[in-house]
């Protein structure tokens, strides 16, 4: 019996890894937690406290701080996902999640910190 020529090889493994990759953030789920698992947890941590690396240097926003939950709205926040910070460090959203994601996110971030 013969060994597979390289083509068959390659053609076998980018075709099973074209059937399993999901370009869609987190896999086109709108369960609002895993998308931001997916989408903001690197930056604002996976409990919106985000690490002290991120704070400190970037300026992330804590979603669980007072001054952010004071004065959230949840159309501020679909508006933050969707158009990003007007200072570029949050990017826009808009394209990489569908609206149903973005409503889901805005949800949950709306649970964290203390409920109005």
């Known amino acids: 019996m013969r060994a597979p020529s390289l083509l068959i090889v390659v053609v076998a493994i ?7 990759c999901d370009r869609k953030v987190a896999g086109g789920s709108t369960d609002g937690a895993k998308v931001f698992e997916a989408a903001c947890a690197s930056c604002h941590g996976p409990a ?3 690490p002290p690396q991120m704070r400190d240097t970037l300026g992330v926003r804590d979603l669980n701080g007072a ?3 004071g004065r959230r709205t949840r159309e501020r926040v679909v508006d933050q996902i969707r158009r990003g910070a ?6 826009a ?3 990489a999640l569908t609206e149903e994601q973005i ?6 971030v ?4 203390a409920k109005r």
């Open 48 to 50: 919106g406290t985000p």
């Open 14 to 20: 980018l075709g099973t890894a074209a059937a399993g």
């Open 67 to 69: 001054e952010f939950v």
């Open 93 to 95: 959203f808009t394209g």
């Open 103 to 108: 409503q889901a996110v805005a949800d949950h």
């Open 110 to 113: 709306m649970s964290f910190g």
């Open 86 to 91: 007007p200072n570029g460090r949050m990017p």
